[in-house]
C-alpha cells in the first residue's frame, strides 16, 4: 500500500507536460501556416503585376519580327510605370512593409517582378521568432498569336 501512495500525482506531472507540448506544437502549426498563407497572397500579389507588366506595351510600339509572328518589345520604365499603378489600385494593406524590390524586362518580352514584405506570426512565442522578411519573384509574358 506504501508503494501506491508514492506515485500521487505523477499523472497529474504527466498531463500538464502533455498539454504544454501540444501547446507548443499547435502555436507552430498556426505560425507555419500563416507564414504559407502569407507567401501565397504575396505571390498572387507579385503574379498579377508581373502579367500587367508583361502587357506594358501598346500596338503602336516597336515589334520583333519571329517566324511566329510578331512580339512586341517592353521596356522596363514603361514595365516598373504598370506594376507601381497595379499596386497602387489593388488593397495591399494586409502586406507589412511591401514594396517592389525589382520590376524589370531583361530580355524585351517578359516582365520580372519581385516583391518583398515582413511577416510576423499571429501569436508570439518563444519557439517562433518575431518575423522575418519574405520575398516572391515572378516573372510573365505576353504572346501574340
Not at 4 to 22: K, V
Not at 98 to 109: C, T
Not at 116 to 122: H, T, V
Request: aromatic share 8%.
Amino acid at each position: 500500500m506504501r508503494r501506491l501512495r508514492d506515485e500521487d500525482g505523477s499523472t497529474l506531472l504527466l498531463t500538464i507536460f502533455y498539454s504544454a507540448l501540444c501547446l507548443a506544437l499547435i502555436l507552430l502549426v498556426v505560425a507555419a501556416t500563416s507564414l504559407y498563407l502569407e507567401r501565397k497572397r504575396l505571390f498572387t500579389l507579385a503574379d498579377g503585376a508581373s502579367l500587367v507588366g508583361a502587357e506594358a506595351f501598346t500596338l503602336a510600339d516597336p515589334t520583333t519580327p519571329t517566324p511566329h509572328g510578331t512580339r512586341p518589345i517592353l521596356t522596363s520604365p514603361e514595365v516598373a510605370s504598370a506594376v507601381s499603378d497595379y499596386l497602387a489600385d489593388n488593397p495591399a494593406d494586409h502586406f507589412t512593409d511591401l514594396h517592389v524590390e525589382r520590376a524589370v524586362s531583361a530580355d524585351g518580352r517578359s516582365a520580372t517582378v519581385e516583391l518583398p514584405c515582413y511577416w510576423a506570426p499571429p501569436v508570439l512565442t518563444v519557439f517562433i521568432p518575431k518575423g522575418f522578411r519574405i520575398q516572391v519573384t515572378s516573372i510573365a509574358r505576353s504572346v501574340f498569336s
